[in-house]
């Protein structure tokens, strides 16, 4: 199985700065068709998770454009680029290359300072 | 507008079953692959099973297998998962997710002795 693994696991962010989360996978997540399946869901206090990202860098419809995903192979990144109240959550990366299973990072808890 | 709704969990003892619903509306549901992802109280999440858009297929995370069964009606566009020979550790808020794009808002399963 693809181990995900996030860094960091806890990430204080003063409100309108930017903030970034690591993503790596046990493997190579390119798919024998080109496409690399990683995405990105939030998971806000009290809520279900929300897909912010698919295939490394497309952001869902809604998703403000201050998120961004980045990255190839096996390391990725989230990025925040000016952190806003609503932001507050649980992020995780999961790879849907390498199934079954679907595996996600450990999460990483955005808070602000 | 996508409606995901969840539905069946409860308290049940070790040992038990339940059969979990998810009703679909808001898009053609019979087009579309669809997951369960569960989330244990205060841990991430875990992909627990999918089936594509026709039921032909199917496949399980090793903890549930032989023991937990999806399934789905595209006549009522619903999603079933079948819980036999539960124990303690399935504890945990059970999703429905649409190509894991959209998620429902989840329906609590406890296993107690």
């Known amino acids: 199985d693809v181990v995900m693994t996030q860094s960091p696991l806890s990430l204080p962010v003063t409100l309108g700065q930017p903030a970034s989360i690591s993503c790596k996978s046990s493997q190579s997540l390119v798919y024998s068709d080109g496409n690399t399946y990683l995405s990105w869901f939030q998971q806000r206090p009290g809520q279900s998770p929300r897909r912010l990202i698919y295939?490394?860098?497309n952001r869902d419809s809604g998703v403000p454009d201050r998120f961004s995903g980045s990255g190839s192979g096996t390391d990725f990144t989230l990025k925040i680029s000016r952190v806003e109240a609503e932001d507050v959550g649980v992020y995780y990366c999961m790879q849907g290359t390498h199934w079954p299973p679907w595996t996600f990072g450990q999460g990483t808890k955005v808070e602000i300072k | 507008e996508v409606q995901l709704a969840e539905s069946g969990g409860g308290l049940v003892q070790t040992g038990g079953s339940l059969r979990l619903s998810c009703a679909a509306s808001?898009?053609?549901?019979?087009?579309?692959?669809m997951y369960w992802v569960r989330q244990a109280p205060g841990k991430g999440l875990v992909w627990v099973s999918h089936?594509?858009?026709?039921?032909?297929?199917?496949s399980y995370a090793d903890s549930v297998k032989g023991r937990f069964t999806i399934s789905r009606d595209n006549a009522k566009n619903t999603l079933y998962l079948q819980m036999n020979s539960l124990r303690a550790e399935d504890t945990a808020v059970y999703y429905c997710?649409?190509?894991?794009?959209?998620w429902g808002q989840g329906t609590l399963v406890t296993v107690s002795s």
């Open positions: 089936i594509n858009s026709d039921g032909s297929s199917t």
């Open positions: 997710a649409k190509s894991l794009e959209y």
């Open positions: 295939k490394v860098s």
């Open positions: 808001g898009f053609t549901f019979s087009n579309y692959w």
